[in-house]
Nanobody
């Protein structure tokens, strides 16, 4: 089983940076990757970024590429999403998800087996 806890959300102004954290507590399962997703009111959950657990290779959606950076701390238990140049369109609940199975497309929510509770990010104009 894997437990994920997001933190770091809040209210910021357009152009400000913000860093989200995803604390990963795994008990028996291997993790293949951690993804960041977001969901705005009335919209479907949207892929944001992904980091491979074993080699740190990252992948971003076009909407955040160049503005967001996903990374892992040295201890390996926390995944960060560093966000800069935020706009009101980035406002959403941000979730991290864990992939514990090989295969599946990282752009599909069904590839993720565990999710955190989410953290709200609100960007004012």
């Amino acid at each position: 089983q894997v437990q994920l806890v997001e933190s770091g959300g809040g209210l910021v102004q357009a152009g400000d940076p913000l860093r989200l954290s995803c604390e990963v507590n795994r008990h028996t399962l291997d993790i293949y990757g951690i993804g960041w997703w977001r969901q705005a009111p009335g919209k479907e959950r949207e892929f944001v970024a992904h980091i491979m657990w074993n080699n740190g290779i990252t992948y971003y959606s076009d909407s955040v590429k160049g503005r967001f950076t996903v990374s892992r701390d040295n201890a390996g238990n926390t995944i960060y999403l560093q966000m800069k140049s935020l706009t009101p369109d980035d406002s959403a609940v941000y979730y991290c998800g864990a992939r514990t199975r090989l295969g599946g497309a990282i752009l599909e929510p069904s590839a993720y087996d565990y999710w955190g509770q989410g953290t709200q990010v609100t960007v004012s104009s």
